[in-house]
T-cell receptor
Framework: NAGVTQTPKFQVLKTGQSMTLQCAQD?????MSWYRQDPGMGLRLIHY???????DQGEVPNGYNVSRSTTEDFPLRLLSAAPSQTSVYFC?????????????FGPGTRLTVL | KQEVTQIPAALSVPEGENLVLNCSFT??????LQWFRQDPGKGLTSLLL?????REQTSGRLNASLDKSSGRSTLYIAASQPGDSATYLC?????????FGKGTSLLVTP
């Protein structure tokens, strides 16, 4: 199993540009989520999904969109990038939500918005 | 809102020492508590997961304990090695989200 994969590893955007961060898992996990990690702030939940077709907002959802058309993929979209979105983004997955399963994290995408 | 605090923020020890990392959380209504390791520029690696009904979990030189009633967890590392140098994060699981502490940065010197 490849586990949780994320692309790209690094990205530089200009303010106002859009892009999609890709996340995929091959473990047949129902639950997937996106976190951002900022110095001094720790990791914070952006959006999550409990299964295909079902998504919900986390702690810091503004400026981000998600969709879940398949069990394997959970892309994160930035519609109009802002410097405040400069961060490291991690995707995570687990077998199910609501039961407290172990969550597995991808390697991260380091995003810089100029 | 769940607040998770890790003490100390940084720790430097000589190789071979036993050490304890602390994690506290404000809301005891959690499913489990998970400890992660993060190396610089890398993702998170799960070390141990303690379910809310458990008191401790062990993996090799690592032992994690959980006291839900007092809102505390500890990660004990025995006979530390330079390869243990990393940032250690604890996260309280409420089912749909992990609430993370800011981590303890550990340096083990030869």
């Amino acid at each position: 199993n490849a586990g949780v994969t994320q692309t790209p590893k690094f990205q530089v955007l200009k303010t106002g540009q859009s892009m999609t961060l890709q996340c995929a898992q091959d473990m047949n996990h129902e639950y997937m989520s996106w976190y951002r990690q900022d110095p001094g702030m720790g990791l914070r939940l952006i959006h999550y999904s409990v299964g295909a077709g079902i998504t919900d907002q986390g702690e810091v959802p503004n400026g981000y969109n998600v969709s879940r058309s398949t069990t394997e993929d959970f892309p994160l979209r930035l519609l109009s990038a802002a410097p405040s979105q400069t961060s490291v983004y991690f995707c995570a997955s687990s077998y199910a939500s609501g039961t407290g399963d172990t969550q597995y994290f991808g390697p991260g995408t380091r995003l810089t918005v100029l | 809102k769940q607040e998770v605090t890790q003490i100390p923020a940084a720790l430097s020890v000589p190789e071979g020492e036993n050490l304890v990392l602390n994690c506290s959380f404000t809301d005891s209504a959690i499913y489990n508590l998970q400890w992660f390791r993060q190396d610089p520029g890398k993702g998170l690696t799960s070390l141990l997961l303690i379910q809310s009904s458990q008191r401790e979990q062990t993996s090799g030189r690592l032992n994690a304990s959980l006291d839900k009633s007092s809102g505390r967890s500890t990660l004990y590392i025995a006979a530390s090695q330079p390869g243990d140098s990393a940032t250690y994060l604890c996260a309280a699981n409420r089912g749909y989200a992990l609430n993370f502490g800011k981590g303890t940065s550990l340096l083990v010197t030869p």
